[in-house]
Structures are given as C-alpha cells and as structure tokens.
C-alpha cells in the first residue's frame, strides 16, 4: 500500500535541538514530506530558526513539557495523518515510512519499539533494565503488552489524538497515550525502529526520577482503567501487613504475652485491605459494563471518516 505523504504531518516537540533540528527536517523534506510542524517549547538556542530555515512550520508552545507541546499540537494540525518523534536525532526518518504503513492499513496508533534491537550505545545498563521493568509494570496494571510504552516514535490518526482527553504536561505523555489508546480501544500496531545515540544535546531525563514519575503515572491511570489491580494491590499491602502482625501477636499470645492495641490494629488493617479490595472488584465490574455499553453505541453508530 503506498503512503500519501501529503495528507502526513510530521509533528516535533523540541527544546534546545539546535545540533540536529536541521538536518532531521531536511531529511524528512528529502523524502517528500511537506508538512512539518516543529513545537518548540522556546529554546534558547536558536532551534527555532534553524528548523524554519529548514522549512518548517514552527510553533511556539504557550505551556511548558512535551505533554503540553502535544496537547497544542493536536488543535493546529489539520492533516489526517501524523507522525510524531523527537528533535535530538536518535529516531532515524528512514523508519518514517514503515510507521506509517499500519495507519492506512486501519491502525489508530503505532509504536515504535526501540527495545527490538536495543543498541548499547542509546541504552545504559540502568536505562534498558528500568524500561523493562515498566514496560512489565504497564502489562500488569493495563493488560495489554505495547512492548515500549516509552517510545518518542509514534504514528497516529489526526481522529484517534483527539479521541484522547491528554492532561500530562511532561515526559509522562507517552505513558498516557498508551493508556487512553488502550482504554479506547484503538487499534495498536508496535513496529520495530531503530534507536541510535543521542548525538546532539545532553538528555533531559534523569533515570531514577522520571522513572519513579512514569511507575507512579502508570498506576494513577489504572484507576480508572483496571480499577481491580488499583484498589486490589491497597488493598493486598493492607492486608498482608495485617496478616504479618496477626502472626506476630499469635506468637506473643502463645508465649502469654497480650498485645491488645496490634490486635485491634491488626484487625482493622485485615478488615480495610479486603474493603478496599472489593471496592476494585465493584470498579471493574461497572467499568466492564461501561466498556460494552460503549462498544454497543460504536456498533450503532456509522464509519467516521478521516479528518
């Protein structure tokens, strides 16, 4: 199937990509995409008139982060077709074409998985481990298994992006995409890309810290699409506190040694783990019926068409 390259945008957060913004939209301009929207989160260092010298349209983002360059994004773009991916030069546009295949084939979304073929050079030790552990994490808490839900590299419908309902102003947009994408129901293709070594400015991610932040979005976002792992794992910690105390007054109580207020604490940790464990299982329980009321009014409604 070929691409319509005119009906593609290439979208591109950027902030101080001065070192490689330039040849990234020329390279993109080479292939023979036209539209290309750089959202520049106001650097100072010139990305911005390099990417226009470039040719292309570069936007200024009135919020701060990479969420809210997206958020802005998705009420400029006016072409049914995006591509999305960083300004730093670690996603190669040779790949472009092989993202957007799945998108005039009927997928909503596609992923880019930079873990396929992970190059240790882009990925340190500490950086491949914790994506994994993540990745691991977001199959736990969403079901589904997007293989790299981190991904910079992302293809989309102009319908699907505005389907979502994106609130995360920084690097949690990603997560919070994979989530909605999922919680909507879009079709999902992850396709494998390469990831090379960020040639131009140092990273603005710091491992330890984003990654609590993305662990802690990842599980924020489950409570309202898998509220039975949300509310369960609360209510499991609770309860399996309980239980290690009720083993701890046991053995007091046999050695004739009474604990009487861990006994009452005992008992209520117990009592408000499985409380707050069936709150899960209530939740999921009516978000399984929203769903197939959901589907029911999609199946009654007629094909929308691209925008």
């Given at each position: 199937m070929e691409i319509e390259k005119d009906q593609v945008c290439i979208l591109i957060p950027t902030?101080?990509?001065?070192?490689?913004?330039?040849?990234l939209v020329r390279a993109f301009r080479d292939r023979g995409y036209r539209r290309i929207l750089v959202m520049d989160g106001n650097s100072t260092d010139g990305t911005a008139a390099r990417a226009e010298e470039a040719g292309a349209e570069v936007r200024l983002q009135s919020g701060k982060g990479k969420g809210n360059a997206v958020i802005e994004a998705a009420g400029i773009i006016d072409l049914p077709y995006v591509l999305m991916l960083d300004g730093d030069?670690?996603?190669?546009?040779?790949?472009?074409?092989?993202?957007?295949?799945?998108?005039?084939?009927?997928?909503?979304?596609?992923?880019g998985n930079r873990l396929a073929f992970p190059d240790s050079r882009a990925f340190t030790r500490l950086n491949l481990t914790g994506n994994h552990l993540i990745n691991h994490f977001f199959r736990l808490a969403h079901g589904r298994d997007l293989s790299d839900i981190l991904s910079g590299y992302r293809a989309f419908t102009l319908r699907s992006?505005?389907?979502?309902?994106?609130?995360?102003?920084?690097?949690?947009?990603?997560?919070?995409?994979?989530?909605?994408?999922?919680?909507?129901?879009?079709?999902?293709?992850?396709?494998?890309?390469?990831?090379?070594?960020?040639?131009?400015?140092?990273?603005?991610?710091?491992?330890?810290?984003?990654?609590?932040?993305?662990?802690?979005?990842?599980?924020?976002?489950?409570?309202?699409?898998?509220?039975l792992f949300y509310f369960g794992l609360i209510g499991a910690c609770l309860t399996l506190a309980g239980g290690v105390l009720a083993i701890y007054v046991l053995v007091e109580w046999l050695n004739h040694i009474e604990h009487i207020p861990l006994t009452i604490l005992t008992v209520l940790l117990i009592m408000v783990g499985i409380e707050i464990f069936m709150f899960g299982v209530i939740g999921d329980m009516l978000l399984a019926f929203h769903r197939e009321v959901?589907?029911?009014?999609?199946?009654?409604?007629?094909?929308?068409?691209?925008?």
């Open positions: 902030l101080n990509e001065a070192p490689t913004i330039r040849d030069g670690t996603y190669l546009p040779e790949d472009a074409e092989k993202m957007l295949l799945p998108l005039f084939s009927g997928f909503d979304h596609v992923i992006l505005r389907e979502m309902n994106l609130r995360e102003a920084g690097f949690e947009i990603e997560t919070e995409m994979a989530v909605q994408a999922v919680n909507l129901n879009q079709q999902i293709a992850v396709v494998p890309v390469r990831y090379l070594e960020r040639p131009g400015t140092p990273t603005k991610l710091h491992p330890l810290q984003d990654g609590m932040r993305i662990l802690s979005a990842i599980y924020r976002f489950a409570k309202t699409n898998n509220p959901v589907r029911e009014i999609q199946r009654m409604q007629p094909p929308k068409k691209p925008e």
